[in-house]
């Protein structure tokens, strides 16, 4: 089966860049979304095929696929941001999703 | 507006089987491209992809649970279900369908957006 990698916390200061790393086999041949999640709401998608981004999503949310890990940057990071994010591929024809991480904003 | 509701029952004992139905409004599964997705998330876990079904009744099961699930589409009434037989105290979890808007291919998809989840328990 296929598996992607996410660190399980990432924290960064209010103002600065976040980067969130998704890592898996040759992940840069398929594409990667990834999804914000507050406590007690549903997922939101906050880029889909590695950088697009959906209409509402602010500019601050950029992403970036290469080689074997996709990225997520936040810059100017804001206490908002602070959520648990899930990067997701598909392999052969299945969903597959990273096993989360949480972004401190402190 | 597209919106997706999941209902079913809130508690279920080990071995029944698990019926739970995506209600939605906004689009409809005889679009092209279009597909329902299911996924759930234990307390406190990461997310976790159950399957999927296409406008042209193509489905898609996670490998590891396939031999257990069923998904289904009404596309007059607008609803899918999803069927999970032999249920285990470990398939205690929110349970959310989402949207998977028209793409031209399953690696193009994502899902936008998620039903507000159901939680399931199980347990006699």
């Known amino acids: 089966s296929y598996d992607l990698t996410q660190p399980p916390s990432v924290s960064v200061s209010p103002g600065q860049t976040a980067s969130i790393t998704c890592s898996g086999d040759?992940?840069?041949?398929?594409?990667a979304c990834w999804y914000q999640q507050k406590p007690g709401q549903s997922p939101v998608v906050v880029i889909y095929?590695?950088?697009e981004r959906p209409s509402g999503i602010p500019e601050r949310f950029s992403g970036s696929n290469s080689g074997n890990t996709a990225t997520l940057t936040i810059s100017g990071t804001q206490a908002m941001d602070e959520a648990d994010y899930y990067c997701?591929?598909?392999?052969?024809?299945?969903?597959?999703f990273g096993g989360g991480t949480k972004l401190t904003v402190l | 507006q597209i919106t997706l509701k999941e209902s079913g029952p809130t508690l279920v004992k080990p071995t029944q089987t698990l019926t739970l139905t995506c209600t939605f409004s906004?689009?409809?599964?005889?679009?092209?491209?279009?597909?329902v997705g299911w996924i759930r998330q234990p307390p406190g876990k990461a997310l976790e992809w159950l399957a999927l079904?296409?406008?042209?009744?193509?489905?898609r099961y996670s490998p590891s649970l396939k031999s257990r699930l069923t998904i289904t589409k009404d596309t007059s009434r607008n609803q899918v279900v999803l069927t999970m037989t032999h249920l285990d105290p470990v398939d205690t979890a929110t349970y959310y369908c989402?949207?998977?808007?028209?793409?031209?291919?399953?690696?193009?998809?994502?899902?936008?957006?998620w039903g507000q989840g159901t939680l399931v328990t199980v347990s006699s």
């Open positions: 040759e992940l840069g041949n398929k594409y």
């Open positions: 079904i296409y406008w042209n009744a193509n489905k």
């Open positions: 989402a949207h998977s808007p028209p793409a031209s291919a399953d690696r193009n998809n994502r899902f936008d957006p």
């Open positions: 095929q590695d950088s």
């Open positions: 997701q591929a598909w392999d052969s024809s299945t969903v597959v």
């Open positions: 906004g689009f409809s599964l005889s679009t092209s491209g279009v597909g």
